[in-house]
Every structure is written in structure tokens, then in C-alpha cells.
């Protein structure tokens, strides 16, 4: 089954810098690529998804770029703010989603 | 209107009691799932469903059983709590066409005594 490895386990960065998370996954036939962004006693919410006849996509400061032949994909947050603060998943999918163990982002004031 | 709602939201109870998780849906999907989160936030899933269909994990242990009473609902049913099943357990649910966008309810903590 597929497999959804997700690094770093955390980063913190200051307010204002960029913020990369990155996955791989191991199935080569999983076409979708979502980003969820779970905040403190709430469930996960979808941020951005991608899929695999894309390469990249841009939503105001988060993109997510895919790589297929490598089988990674990264989420990247531009002029980090701390409401991003949060743990954000990666999931990879063919049937059902499988995610990544998440990452936690502090972005410091 | 809260798109995704379970209840409750913190469930304690002790081990070896028979306890229930509800769910509900406004979103007029036809899939629904339920997610387990343990301590390091690791999210697995369970259980999909749809009024054709259960797919079960195999790894989810038979004293858990999801009962679907129409589509807009699917609770979780657990038998014979044990100290490993403390987490935080999340109802989510999509439709057919888009059956990877997921959307989540806020979790019930789940702590066994």
C-alpha cells in the first residue's frame, strides 16, 4: 500500500520568512496530493491540492510543487504569518487518503 | 452551520465499558469516514463508507464497528475499551466526484481510564 513520508517533524521560522515542508510517497500510481492545516482543537482543513498531471500550483502565499518522477511533493508558505502557526498534513492518494505524520509550524512574532 | 459535527467532544470512561462516537453531515456527501489520531498526531484512517460499501482497515481491531443509519450520518461504535484506544478520533466526509476532498469534523477526545 502506499506509504507518505513527511519531513520536518517541525520548523520554526520568523514572521515574515518562507516555510517548506516536503513529502514523499511511495505508490507511483497515487494521482492526488492534498495539504491539510489542523490548528489547536480543530479538525483538519484542506489548504491546497495538487494533482498528478500538474506540477505546480499557487493559491496567494502557499503553493505546492510535485515532482512524479521522484514521487515528492512540497508545500510552500511565503511571508509566513503567525496564524500559520499550526501542524499541517500531506496526504498522497489512489483510493483512500493516506497522510503524512505532520508538521508542526511555529512562525515567532 | 457546522458542515461536519460529532459528538461528543470529550468522551472519559473506563476500560472494558461499551461507548459510542456520533456523526453528522449537512454537506450532502455520500462517502463518510472515520479517522484515528493518536498522541504524535499520527492520522489513520479506519473506516469509508457509503450506502454501498464499507471498507474497513485492516488493522482496526473488530470491537469498533461504524453504523450508518442514513447518509447524512455514521457513528462509531466501540466495544470493550482498552487503554491503547485513547485518541482523538475525527468524522470526515466527501462526495462521490471529489472523494478526496475531505472535510473533518472537529475530533472527540477519546481517554481511557
Known amino acids: 500500500g502506499e506509504n507518505v513520508e513527511q519531513h520536518p517533524s517541525t520548523l520554526s521560522v520568523q514572521e515574515g520568512d518562507s516555510a517548506v515542508i516536503k513529502c514523499t510517497y511511495s505508490d507511483s500510481a497515487s494521482n492526488y496530493f492534498p495539504w491539510y492545516k489542523q490548528e489547536l482543537g480543530k479538525g483538519p482543513q484542506l489548504i491546497i491540492d495538487i494533482r498528478s498531471n500538474v506540477g505546480e500550483k499557487k493559491d496567494q502565499r502557499i503553493a505546492v510543487t510535485l515532482n512524479k518522477t521522484a514521487k515528492h511533493f512540497s508545500l510552500h508558505i511565503t511571508e509566513t504569518q503567525p496564524e500559520d502557526s499550526a501542524v499541517y498534513f500531506c496526504a498522497a492518494s489512489l483510493r483512500d487518503l493516506i497522510f503524512g505524520k505532520g508538521t508542526k509550524l511555529s512562525v515567532k512574532p | 452551520d457546522t458542515a461536519v459535527s460529532q459528538t461528543p467532544k470529550y468522551l472519559v470512561t473506563q476500560m472494558g465499558n461499551d461507548k459510542s462516537i456520533k456523526c453528522e453531515q449537512n454537506l450532502g456527501h455520500d462517502t463518510m469516514y472515520w479517522y484515528k489520531q493518536d498522541s504524535k498526531k499520527f492520522l489513520k484512517i479506519m473506516f469509508s463508507y457509503n450506502n454501498k460499501e464499507l471498507i474497513i482497515n485492516e488493522t482496526v481491531p473488530n470491537r469498533f464497528s461504524p453504523k450508518s443509519p442514513d447518509k447524512a450520518h455514521l457513528n462509531l461504535h466501540i466495544n470493550s475499551l482498552e487503554l491503547g484506544d485513547s485518541a482523538v478520533y475525527f468524522c470526515?466526509?466527501?462526495?462521490?466526484?471529489?472523494?478526496?476532498?475531505?472535510?473533518f469534523g472537529s475530533g472527540t477526545q477519546l481517554s481511557v481510564l
Open positions: 470526515a466526509s466527501s462526495s462521490r466526484g471529489t472523494k478526496e476532498k475531505l472535510f
